[in-house]
């Protein structure tokens, strides 16, 4: 009843997707898929500004004049407020779709003290308790509340909903209010096309973007996508299981972008290669290569990174060194490596002997695992298990698929030993 009271509230409000229907996929979770074929380059999903939901009143410019984060707190801001109204039974003119979106948060603003503490991924909780305090914090900071106003937490639980959707649902892009003017980074909820669920592939099968010709948001195929087929486009770039779970509470079955941690930083790697060296060559390094010049070397490194950082305004990347679920090893750590290895390899290839090193790494952590991977799976898949239960095993299952697939794809060390 809810899903057509808000298909007939799209059809007034001048939303088009005649060849897409709303369905629920395998996993419960809702999605858009085709009808009928719609062809690469066609336009499937039409969301009128007017429809969309913005920190503004309606018929307003979208967003307003200001950008970044105060534009991103009203959005919050008029989502709770839309939701308070809906909750008090006034007249609120976006009543039907708020019918059909969540009303717990999504993500890690759900998220229980049971649920928190069963992680086992380090820095999961920590990452999930400081956006609570962020999120709890904007709260009586955005509506002028205090805690003696809300004593039994009411308006702040429906404030960690709204967050959570907006962030969850809504969609980001750079918009201008006309052409050349200039385009600021703009959240706003456009309904009936946030149902599109994300897809990790490179390029999913469709897109978003704004039209100015239309006044609307305009969602096309990057494909030719036949009936049946699901809908998907993408959340953002390089998303990790961690991105996933904590700010959207999903995992993906497959994820390139996913990441499995080999060293805990760049003075752990090095007193690592001179440790193992002698297991990997058959003998013990050079005098010019002791675990002082290693570390001495790494913390190099981190000193000539900050001040490239400075330079260039990057974000200081995690201490911890990363592979990625497609074989795509940190380059710290490759650069590491191949700096280290020059100090005992003369005239031969020190970014292949340092990609034997990684593959090295990689054997050893596959054999911390107790259980095969088949194993993993069958314990994964039996039975319902709870959003920890089943991250921790999906975890587990991901990482030694990752370690396993740079292992493959780095130089066999196998063949190093016997150089």
Same mark, same amino acid.
């Given at each position: 009843m809810a899903q057509e009271k808000f298909l007939n509230w799209c059809n007034s409000k001048g939303i088009a997707a005649p060849k897409m229907q709303i369905f629920e996929t395998a996993n419960g979770y809702r999605g858009l898929r085709a009808t009928e074929m719609i062809k690469e380059g066609e336009v499937a999903v039409v969301v009128p500004r007017e429809a969309c939901l913005t920190s503004e009143d309606p018929g307003s410019e979208l967003d307003g004049q200001d950008s970044g984060g105060k534009a991103t707190t009203r959005m919050y801001l008029r989502l709770y407020n839309e939701m308070c109204t809906h909750a008090l039974e006034r007249a609120s003119a976006w009543a039907p779709y708020l019918d059909t979106i969540p009303s717990r948060p999504v993500g890690a603003l759900g998220f229980d003290e049971d649920t928190l503490s069963a992680f086992q991924h380090a820095g999961l909780s920590e990452r999930t308790a400081t956006w609570s305090a962020e999120v709890d914090a904007l709260f009586w900071e955005a509506t002028g509340l205090t805690p003696r106003e809300d004593p039994e937490g009411v308006l702040l639980a429906r404030w960690r909903v709204a967050v959570s959707l907006a962030h969850s649902r809504g969609m980001t892009m750079e918009h201008a209010t006309a052409p050349g003017a200039v385009a600021r980074n703009q959240l706003f909820m456009a309904p009936l096309a946030d149902l599109l669920n994300h897809s990790a592939e490179y390029i999913p099968n469709f897109a978003w973007r704004w039209s100015y010709e239309e006044d609307a948001l305009c969602v096309y195929a990057n494909e030719d996508v036949h009936p049946m087929e699901e809908a998907f486009i993408s959340y953002g770039p390089e998303l990790s299981s961690d991105d996933l779970v904590v700010f959207y509470g999903f995992l993906l079955p497959e994820n390139p972008h996913d990441k499995a941690w080999v060293f805990d930083s760049l003075c752990h790697a090095a007193e690592w290669l001179v440790e193992y060296f002698a297991d990997m060559f058959r003998r013990q390094p050079r005098s010019g290569l002791d675990t002082t010049v290693a570390r001495a070397l790494a913390q190099q490194m981190l000193e000539e990174r900050e001040i490239e950082q400075k330079l260039t305004g990057e974000v200081d990347p995690p201490d911890r060194l990363y592979i =990625? *679920? $497609? &074989?795509?090893? $940190? /380059? @710290?750590?490759?650069? !590491?490596? +191949? @700096? !280290? !290895? +020059?100090?005992?390899? $003369? /005239? *031969? /290839?020190?970014?292949?002997?340092? =990609? &034997? #090193?990684? &593959?090295?790494? #990689?054997g050893q952590l596959l054999q911390t695992y107790s259980t095969s991977l088949v194993e993993d799976m069958s314990i994964l898949y039996e039975g319902e298990q709870s959003l920890s239960d089943d991250y921790n095993k999906q975890l587990a299952i991901k990482h030694r698929i990752t370690i396993k697939k740079t292992l493959s794809e780095c130089a066999d060390w196998s063949d190093l030993l016997r150089t």
């Open positions: =990625r *679920q $497609d &074989g795509e090893v $940190d /380059d @710290r750590l490759e650069e !590491l490596f +191949e @700096r !280290l !290895l +020059e100090y005992e390899i $003369d /005239d *031969q /290839d020190v970014y292949t002997m340092g =990609r &034997g #090193c990684i &593959g090295f790494r #990689c």
